[in-house]
């Protein structure tokens, strides 16, 4: 219980310097609507990972996060919901589990995340990073989504993660790294975007005068 507190203080305490610097980069209107892009194979972790991490984002940490399940309606557009969500969002959670490499829209959400350049944090739930590769049942994938897939699978195999067992996992455990990891991140995000924002106006500043 002790740890959990910590750790959970310390998610509070980055939450509260993300919004102070949020105040200070852009105003309420102009805010994405998306903070952190859930990236799961539904088959395998729609009714209890990703259900679960969605609602704790949500409704623990104060975020906005996006999981089709819970952010499409029916006559949605996969792409048309899907891509926009991914290239507004701060971060994003890949969640990768057994199924997760036979799924073309998992594939695809990943390496536009990576494409996008966004800061993403892996979840091998039930895999490790060694396990994840395209079968070749699949081949019947087009050979330049093939090419994007296997590079964002390798980019993702590299980038330090979370690990879960959902057989034998702590879930109280499991939610508070999960916590830390997201704040941690959005916090770099935010911050990030503020020293950009104060090299422009400094720029601009000198421009003007000049």
């Not at 972790?45 to 990703?50: D, P, S, Y």
């Not at 679960?52 to 984002?57: A, F, S, T, V």
């Not at 039930?126 to 049942?137: F, G, R």
Request: hydrophobic share 35%; glycine share 4%.
């Amino acid at each position: 219980m002790q740890r959990s507190a910590i750790t959970s203080s310390s998610a509070k305490n980055v939450c509260n310097q993300i919004l102070r610097l949020r105040r200070q980069i852009e105003p309420a209107k102009n805010r994405t609507p998306c903070d952190v892009f859930i990236n799961h194979r539904g088959i395998d972790t729609k009714r209890n990972v990703a259900g679960l991490l969605y609602e704790h984002i949500k409704n623990n940490l104060g975020l906005q996060p996006f999981l089709d399940s819970k952010n499409m309606k029916p006559g949605d557009k996969l792409f048309d919901k899907i891509d926009p969500a991914i290239r507004n969002c701060k971060i994003g959670m890949a969640i990768f589990s057994p199924q997760y490499c036979d799924s073309y829209f998992c594939l695809h959400e990943l390496s536009l995340m990576m494409e996008s350049k966004k800061r993403v944090i892996p979840v091998f739930c039930d895999v490790k990073p060694s396990e994840l590769a395209i079968k070749d049942l699949n081949v019947n994938f087009p050979n330049k989504d093939l090419e994007k897939f296997n590079l964002a699978l390798e980019e993702a195999k590299y980038t330090v993660g979370l690990t879960f067992d959902t057989l034998k996992g702590d879930w109280s455990e499991f939610l508070v790294k999960a916590s830390d990891a997201i704040m941690k991140n959005l916090y770099e995000v935010e911050r990030e975007k503020l020293i950009h924002r104060k090299i422009y106006i400094r720029r601009k500043q000198l421009l003007h005068n000049y």
